[in-house]
């Protein structure tokens, strides 16, 4: 049995908040009481980053192709196209923000485009935007 | 960044404060507030020009080398200065000392009004709940207050000039050009939130002095709930009240992660007690403009955040990095919920 990382870092900034945290005061102890929210953030993301963005960059694929196909615009169906080779989350990421770039377009288009096609394109590229939010909500946010 | 020291201090001091003799400088320490600024406290023993020995307790507040709000010392003091003796309870100021160099960033000084509180985070534990709704009635109602303030009665020189029928489009160029110059890569949803804000802006029943940040954590409240002092002017401006009710509405600031918001009232509360006070409308559809103007901005500042993170200067603190990420998807989040698309 090994420690895994989320285990690992929900241990870390446990100890920190009753450990080290109470032997604190004024800013230092803010500094290390958000110091373990961050290591805590850490540990719940890890496990579920990648699939997070793989599930996101596959759904954002499909609405540009499909923002391609309706428009006749080559350069929305190319930003739909192929796969995720490389699975880390550096490479996930990058290759996240030129889709997310795409979408931005395709949603200013669909915006000003009537008829019911694109208004369930619209439809359907809020849906992936809510997915992707609340896959990556924050155990510990306001809201 | 230099360090600020006692003697560094009482240095300054005897060499600007004509009637100040021998100042003497104890109990020097950094206080746990904000991202946008380092706030230290110490107090101060000096001798008056009639030789009779004084006592101050002082803030120091001083700019870093970057920040995540586009502010500075003057702009904050001015504010201050402005709203003093309004009828909104505020510090008094004691000095600014605009130039960099004797501190390693400009420093103003206030009166430190100490023996209150001012977490937000603390209204939500038990022993405060008999008296949140108080509290909420003091946070709004002071809102209110401000609200009602004739922006004419003022000197707002020192903030960007508005009128009721510019502020909303003036206030959505700067963040929007604040979020841009602190690009954090493409967003779907801030960028929908923005489209949808520029086609249409509301227009201001009157101009008043906008906080730009009240908020629960922003205020000093007593033992009671009393609310004793509004402080962190920074963002202060010129502009539509309605903002400043939106701001302490975000979802973001609801510390108690339920509906209430600013963790103490709910909407519909906060709303009526602003509007008593002020003698004022919330518009919904403009209070609904100013809410989602307000998730944009507030996003603009979190990637600020990121960016000052980012920079690794000496500014570079724990809680710019804590704030990009904690914060970053619940304003994505707060800005589907105002599109009715959560």
């Keep these: 049995m090994k420690p895994t990382v989320p285990h690992v870092a929900g241990e870390l900034a446990r100890r920190l908040r009753t450990e080290i945290l109470p032997e604190l005061t004024g800013f230092p102890a803010n500094a290390v009481g958000m110091g373990a929210e961050l290591i805590d953030m850490i540990g ?13 960059n596959r759904a954002f694929r499909e609405l540009l192709l499909r923002g391609g196909v309706m428009f006749g615009d080559a350069a929305l169906t190319a930003a739909g196209q192929g796969a995720d080779e490389d699975l880390r989350i550096s490479a996930l990421t990058a290759g996240n923000d030129r889709l997310r770039a795409a979408l931005i377009l395709l949603h200013a288009t669909i915006e000003d485009s009537p008829g019911d096609d694109a208004r369930a394109l619209e439809d359907a590229i809020w849906a992936a935007l809510r997915d992707s939010v609340c896959a990556r909500q924050i155990a510990s946010a306001n809201f | 960044m230099k360090e600020i020291t006692p003697q560094l201090l009482e240095g300054y001091l005897a060499d600007h404060m004509a009637d100040m003799r021998d100042p003497q400088v104890t109990n020097l320490s950094r206080l746990p507030m904000g991202a946008s600024r380092e706030t230290f406290r110490f107090d101060l023993n000096y001798t008056d020009t009639a030789g009779t020995a004084q006592a101050l307790k002082v803030i120091l507040r001083r700019d870093p080398p970057a920040s995540n709000v ?16 309004h009828g909104i309870p505020v510090p008094r100021m004691l000095l ?3 130039d960099p160099a004797p501190f390693g960033g400009a420093i103003s ?4 009004l100490r023996g209150f509180h001012n977490s937000e985070y603390q209204l939500q534990e038990p022993e405060w709940a008999d008296r949140r709704d108080y509290v909420a009635q003091q946070l709004w109602s002071t809102m209110g207050r401000l609200a009602a303030v004739p922006a004419d009665d003022l000197d707002l020189s020192f903030t960007r000039p508005a009128t009721r029928e510019n502020t909303a489009r003036q206030e959505l160029e700067y963040w929007v050009a604040f979020l841009d110059r602190h690009d954090v890569g493409p967003e779907p949803i801030t960028r929908a939130a923005i489209r949808k804000l520029q086609r249409w802006q509301p227009v201001a029943q009157k101009l ?10 922003n205020f000093l409240y007593d033992d009671a ?26 979802r973001t600031f609801s510390f108690g992660k339920d509906d209430k918001r ?3 009232a709910r909407r519909e509360d906060a709303i009526r007690i602003w509007e008593e006070v002020s003698g004022l409308t919330a518009d919904p559809a403009a209070l609904e403009w100013w809410e989602l103007f307000n998730c944009v901005k507030a996003q603009a500042i979190w990637n600020a955040c990121s960016h000052v993170w980012m920079a690794g200067t000496a ?3 724990v809680i710019h990095a804590y704030a990009a990420w904690w914060l970053h998807n619940s304003q994505d989040k707060a800005m589907l919920e105002l599109m009715g698309k959560l």
């Design chain 1, 44 to 56: 719940q993301q890890w496990d579920s980053a990648a699939a997070n963005l793989v599930a996101e």
């Design chain 2, 70 to 85: 586009d502010s500075d010392r003057a702009h904050e003091f001015a504010a201050y200065q402005a709203i003093y003796g």
């Design chain 2, 96 to 98: 600014l000392e605009s």
């Design chain 2, 109 to 112: 000084l206030a009166e430190d």
């Design chain 2, 208 to 217: 008043a002095l906008v906080h730009g940040d009240f908020r629960a954590g």
């Design chain 2, 225 to 250: 709930g009393t609310l004793q002092a509004v402080l962190d002017w920074e963002m202060a401006h010129c502009g539509d009240p309605l903002e400043d009710l939106a701001w302490s509405m975000t």
């Design chain 2, 262 to 264: 600013s963790g103490l």
């Design chain 2, 315 to 317: 500014a570079n603190e």
